[in-house]
């Protein structure tokens, strides 16, 4: 079984709004990523978690906070978000050290 | 020099073509190369998988690497309706603690009924 599950499927916030977005995998993937990826392009790596601890931040803004709570789930939270940050959230997941990553299907965020 | 360069397409073909979709590289340390196809408003679904120069087939989908010319295809047998997606290549230039993947922008394919 090569799954992740994301939720929600879809989201819309206001810009003064806090939410969260959850990723769950059950492969035994010690490597575990969110990237968020805008129409037409391709995804841009926001966080990897290795063995539950933030490995990579890819400079991102502070109003994205991740969170690895156990090996399993993975949550990027959202707080004060503005509309250019509409977009798809991807979570992903990988063997340690391995490179093919398994993408959740996604999180479509529209901040308004 | 962008480090992957992928034709963006879009590519229409008719039911039955032989696809091909290449991406070429500058990074000469990159050695693990990926297939990726995203069908409209999904998460990518990992296609192929290379480890350095070679070939690889999966039914109708075979990976080609060609690292002396830093360049790599995915070939698509007997394309059908349902192959229509954009397809991303990715690849990495070591594994241990590296986990990012360069992509590609993706190639939009469409097949006619």
């Known amino acids: 079984d090569t799954e992740v599950t994301q939720t929600p499927k879809h989201l819309v916030m206001g810009m003064t709004n806090k939410k969260s977005l959850k990723c769950e995998q059950h492969m035994g993937h010690r490597a575990m990523y969110w990237y968020k990826q805008k129409a037409k392009k391709p995804p841009e790596l926001m966080f990897v978690y290795s063995y539950e601890k933030l490995s990579i931040n890819e400079s991102v803004p502070s109003r994205f906070s991740p969170e690895c709570p156990n090996s399993s789930l993975l949550n990027l939270h959202l707080h004060a978000l503005q509309p250019e940050d509409s977009a798809l959230y991807l979570c992903?997941?990988?063997?340690?050290?391995?490179?093919?990553?398994?993408f959740g299907p996604g999180t479509r965020l529209l901040v308004l | 020099q962008k480090e992957v360069e992928q034709d963006p397409g879009p590519l229409s073909v008719p039911e039955g073509a032989i696809v091909s979709l290449n991406c070429t590289y500058s990074n000469s340390a990159f050695q693990y190369f990926m297939w990726y196809r995203q069908y409209s408003r999904k998460g990518p679904e990992l296609l192929m998988y290379t480890y350095s120069s070679g070939n690889k087939e999966d039914g109708r989908f075979t990976a080609q690497v060609d690292k002396s010319s830093k360049y790599i295809s995915l070939f698509i047998r007997d394309s059908q309706p349902s192959d229509s997606a954009t397809y991303l290549c990715a690849m990495s230039d070591s594994g241990g603690s590296n986990y990012k993947l360069t992509f590609g922008k993706g190639t939009l394919l469409t097949v006619n009924p």
């Open positions: 992903a997941s990988s063997q340690s050290g391995v490179q093919t990553q398994y």
